[in-house]
């Protein structure tokens, strides 16, 4: 049986879907995806078809602007070949998306 685990993000998240690129530190392989949710510390991507794992530190372009980022949890949808990963940025001070974000917690709840 499914088990949930709740807990309070550091910021709300925000639905948008624009495309991104993706490199896994180390390669020089780009992996095109796109953003799920955004918020100030992270971002979930879907479409992810590359090899990663989790920890992994990547490299994140969305229009000629680029940020650093930590592989926090990957999960394959069933039946797809595609992966959605959540990431944790590790720049906070740069601005990717170009829009401010609530900065209240959001409560979320995760299956295990």
Not at 17 to 39: F, Q, Y
């Amino acid at each position: 049986m499914p088990r949930f685990r709740t807990g309070r993000r550091r910021s709300t998240r925000t639905t948008s879907v624009v495309p991104v690129r993706l490199w896994i530190a180390g390669s020089e392989d780009s992996h095109l995806a796109h953003t799920l949710d955004v918020s100030n510390h992270g971002v979930k991507f879907g479409g992810c078809r590359g090899e990663f794992k989790i920890g992994d530190k990547i490299e994140v372009l969305y229009r000629h602007k680029h940020a650093q980022a930590r592989v926090a949890w990957i999960t394959a949808p069933e039946g797809s070949s595609e992966k959605q990963i959540g990431v944790e940025f590790l720049e906070l001070e740069k601005q990717v998306w170009g829009v401010e974000f609530p900065e209240q917690a959001d409560e979320y709840e995760e299956k295990d």
